[in-house]
């Protein structure tokens, strides 16, 4: 399997566009989270899925980001508008719950740097 | 929302000293992991100890789980200048949910 695959690595937009991040997870994971990482608030955890299903948007930070998981093998979170305070790295990552139901190791994809000028 | 907060945020050391790094959290967990990042790059997975055990092994790598205290330490012995990187603790509870601190980062001067 090559992991778990993100795109675009890089985006560059300007304020009120939509931004589009795509997600690959790992085959046969059944959790997928979606992370925001910046120098001042670290590691967020935004939105996780299980089984393509939302469990917790708790992390979400306003009604301009959406997620979805149409199906086990892909993933989008979308920022419309975006703001230049959504610069950040936005990282995917996948699990499995093989363990009963707890948490296995989860494997990260390589990012997404957005920059929103 | 931070689950766990790590100490210290960073760390320097000299080629071949040992490398502690502590993380304290909040909740109950099912397990508690330890990742690593290089610049630029995605989480690599370390180690995982699970709530009912108290100390695990790999490598060079040692790690410690108090769950009366809600805290756990990485330690990384005879470092070397590859271990050069963001150390973070994670959190794994209920429903699946899997939060970070905010990391350590290490710098292993050769």
């Known amino acids: 399997d090559a992991g778990v695959i993100q795109s675009p690595r890089h985006e560059v937009t300007e304020m009120g566009q939509e931004v589009t991040l795509r997600c690959k997870p790992i085959?046969?994971?059944?959790?997928l989270f979606w992370y925001r990482q910046t120098m001042m608030r670290g590691l967020e955890l935004l939105i996780y899925?299980?089984?393509?299903?939302?469990?917790?948007d708790s992390g979400m930070p306003e009604d301009r980001f959406s997620a979805k998981m149409p199906n086990a093998s892909f993933s989008t979170l979308k920022i419309q508008p975006s703001e230049p305070r959504d610069s950040a790295v936005y990282f995917c990552?996948?699990?499995?719950?093989?363990?009963?139901?707890?948490?296995?190791?989860?494997?990260f994809g390589q990012g997404t740097r957005l920059t929103v000028v | 929302s931070q689950q766990g907060e790590e100490d210290p945020q960073a760390l320097s050391i000299q080629e071949g000293e040992n490398a502690t790094m502590n993380c304290s959290y909040k909740?109950?967990?099912?397990?508690l992991q330890w990742y690593r990042q290089n610049s630029g790059r995605g989480l690599v997975h370390l180690i995982l100890?699970?709530?009912?055990?108290r100390e695990k092994h790999s490598g060079r790598l040692r790690v410690t789980l108090d769950t009366s205290k809600k805290s756990s330490s990485l330690l990384i012995t005879a470092s070397r200048a590859a271990d050069t990187a963001s150390y973070f603790c994670?959190?794994?509870?209920?429903?699946?949910?899997?939060?970070f601190g905010q990391g350590t980062e290490l710098s292993v001067k050769p």
């Open positions: 100890i699970r709530s009912n055990e």
């Open positions: 990552a996948s699990t499995s719950s093989l363990w009963g139901g707890w948490n296995t190791e989860a494997f």
């Open positions: 994670a959190t794994g509870g209920g429903g699946g949910k899997l939060i």
């Open positions: 899925f299980n089984n393509n299903v939302p469990i917790d």
């Open positions: 085959s046969g994971h059944d959790y």
């Open positions: 909740t109950s967990i099912n397990n």
